[in-house]
């Protein structure tokens, strides 16, 4: 990402990108195995201002117990976009972009379905 301006889009042309907000950690985990799994590779996962501990958070949901070993963490990209707040003012805000591409085996091998992945404990 540049240090000003909207953030590049990380990954080549069959990147998807899942934008962290204000929904429950679980519902990103969720589309980002989804998505790992139909063959879509890079996912990337991005985030801006308070939402970057919850994209990190998914992150390490997929990595640790949904996919555990099966996920490769590409290079993060960190970077200030320039936003006009709701009284008109500019206002730098954080953003981060972490890409995740499988390493394990071929997603016509894994269970595609969120029923058959295993569910945290």
């Excluded at 950690?25 to 989804?34: D, N």
């Excluded at 995740?100 to 016509?108: C, F, K, M, Q, R």
């Amino acid at each position: 990402m540049s240090s000003k301006g909207p953030a590049a889009p990380t990954g080549g042309p069959g990147a998807v990108t899942v934008y962290i907000g204000l929904k429950p950690t679980m519902t990103y985990v969720f589309q980002v195995v989804a998505q790992l799994n139909s063959g879509a590779e890079p996912v990337v996962v991005r985030a801006r201002g308070n939402a970057i501990a919850k994209a990190v958070d998914v992150v390490e949901v997929v990595r640790h117990r949904f996919l555990e070993g099966q996920v490769e963490v590409g290079r993060i990209e960190t970077g200030t976009e320039r936003l006009t707040n709701r009284e008109g003012r500019e206002a730098n805000v954080s953003a981060i972009s972490i890409p995740l591409s499988l390493v394990g085996p071929p997603p016509a091998e894994r269970p595609t379905t969120p029923a058959s992945l295993p569910m945290p404990e």
